[in-house]
């Protein structure tokens, strides 16, 4: 696998958005199985989380923005059949659901994230 890891915990931390992060938890294995879990906080008061559960058969991810309540949510859990894009959709503020941009790459989708994130704020 390459250095998935590092790389998502740089462009996190580069990003104008992220005031700070820690890592909530991280598990990889030499099979591929990793594990991550990253919280953020933003500007503005606002919060980010990122979890990512990869195995060589299945990858699974979940990022949310929220205060004292989510706000936006992109995942992949296979939950809404009825949405052109499923697995992957997102839940607005609203919990409404529709179509997701996201394609499980993390480094691309949580580029798409952030903007979507930029035009919410």
Request: charged fraction near 20%.
């Amino acid at each position: 696998m390459p250095p998935l890891v590092p790389d998502i915990l740089r462009l996190l931390q580069a990003h104008p958005l992220v005031q700070s992060l820690r890592v909530v938890e991280h598990d990889e294995t030499p099979f591929g199985k990793l594990v991550l879990k990253v919280r953020c906080w933003l500007v503005g008061g606002y919060r980010f989380q990122l979890w990512l559960h990869y195995e060589p058969a299945f990858q699974n991810y979940a990022y949310q923005l929220f205060t004292d309540r989510p706000l936006l949510r992109w995942d992949n859990a296979p939950h809404h059949p009825y949405v052109s894009t499923e697995p992957h959709h997102f839940h607005d503020a609203q919990c409404a659901v529709s179509e997701s941009p996201l394609t499980g790459d993390p480094l691309t989708d949580l580029l798409v994230v952030l903007q979507e994130i930029e035009a919410f704020m």
